[in-house]
């Protein structure tokens, strides 16, 4: 595990058993280290503990014991070891964020380096979903080296964009970069609206709620809130492009959900002073121009998803950061055989001569269609 380092302080936190909010109730948190030790008293919300630490520098091994004096029933003592500090960043988004190492050109570049030593500095976190399985925290190394079905091994199966991003950044600071952790909850084929609550998209003209609306907020941002992050990682538009691109000054459309979006997320994860910032880095990318699912002007959803400025930062969206997707596609997505679901069965009308291309299609596993380009590093 990592925790946010120095000077923001981080924190345990967890649900208690069923039966013991009725009772009094003290969690207490003991933090150690080969040389020291220090203990701090957490709080009791209903269901809800929290314990904040002191603030630590980068590095560390610690073990953290919570135990709690009043539960009703089973253990009441928990602890977590191999616990160190550093740079935490939360990654969400649909499937461009979700798509996993395994179907990335890199991927095997960065399987060599890890197992022989690099990139010890990253640890990594997954939420399950429809294209990702459950990740406990883990390093790098041990992930490479737990098979996994389909992606062969757990690092395979992390996103891909959430993983290059550490991956990049540990290049660019070199010997100064600090441990970093990574939190991936991405769901594929998920919308703008299904990550905000409803009474903040509410705040948009022409943003359709419905009974999927605010799931992914309540289920994926929120359980999130006590813990304190560095920042967000954003890639995301696809199943909005079907909807009006709007404008943020006027209040409508994706334009005006995404800057509220990202204030809400910021205002979620910082209610507790000096945990995560309210002004917490927020990084996006822009969809790839095979990104469209079929509807016109990609060039409106790039402004869009910079909250209609053109340009990030700027007043609806201060301290964010963006990449322009110009990922390499799937150079099969048109053809007949891709199109017509030939490599499930040969025997449909259409197509006769399919075999070559989908024993092709199998044997290059970097390639899963045009909205999912995989060069992502």
């Keep these: 595990m990592i925790l946010q380092r120095a000077p923001q302080k981080a924190a345990v936190h967890g649900t208690l058993e069923t039966g013991s909010e009725d009772a009094p109730i003290t969690v207490t948190a003991k933090v150690a280290t080969g040389t020291s030790t220090y203990s701090v008293e957490g709080t009791v919300d209903g ?40 740079d935490v960043w939360y990654c969400a988004g649909q499937s461009n964020m979700a798509l996993n190492l395994h179907h990335t050109v890199s991927r095997n570049k960065s399987l060599d380096l890890i ?66 952790g990574l939190i991936h909850t991405a769901v594929g084929g998920s919308k703008a609206e299904q990550w905000t609550s409803n009474t903040t998209s509410a705040k948009c003209a022409n943003v359709t709620l419905n009974g999927g609306s605010q799931k992914l907020f309540d289920a994926r941002v929120k359980p999130f ?20 691109f709007g404008n943020s000054e006027r209040s409508t459309g994706y334009a005006c959900e995404v800057p509220n979006m990202i204030a809400e997320w910021r205002a979620t994860l910082s209610k507790e002073p ?88 199998r044997a290059t596993k970097f390639y899963m269609g045009a909205i999912h380009p995989r060069d992502k590093k």
């Design 115 to 180: 197992q022989s030593g690099k990139y010890s500095n990253i640890r990594i976190y997954s939420m399950a979903s429809n294209m990702n399985p459950n990740i406990s925290w883990t390093t790098l190394k041990n992930a490479t080296n737990t098979p996994k079905r389909h992606s062969g091994n757990l690092f395979f199966a992390m996103s891909a964009t959430c993983y290059y991003f550490a991956e990049s950044l540990t290049d660019i600071m070199g010997a100064a970069a600090p441990p970093i």
């Design 225 to 244: 809130a006590k813990t304190t992050i560095k920042g967000f990682l954003w890639y995301q538009g696809e199943n909005d492009m079907g909807e009006l």
């Design 274 to 361: 000096n945990t995560t910032s309210p002004e917490a880095p927020f990084g996006l990318v822009t969809l790839a121009p095979t990104g469209s699912e079929g509807h016109p002007d990609m060039g409106g959803m790039y402004a869009a998803q910079m909250g209609s400025y053109g340009n990030v930062p700027n007043a609806a969206m201060p301290n964010t950061f963006l990449a322009h997707a110009f990922d390499l596609g799937d150079p099969w997505s048109n053809t007949t055989c891709y199109g017509n679901g030939c490599c499930k069965n040969f025997t449909l009308p259409k197509c006769h001569g399919c075999q070559g291309f989908c024993d092709s299609c």
């Design 47 to 86: 269901d809800q503990w929290v314990a904040y630490l002191k603030p630590s520098e980068a590095g560390g091994n610690y073990s953290i014991t919570v135990t709690c004096d009043g539960c009703s029933q089973g253990n009441n003592t928990i602890s977590v070891y191999d616990v160190t500090f550093g």
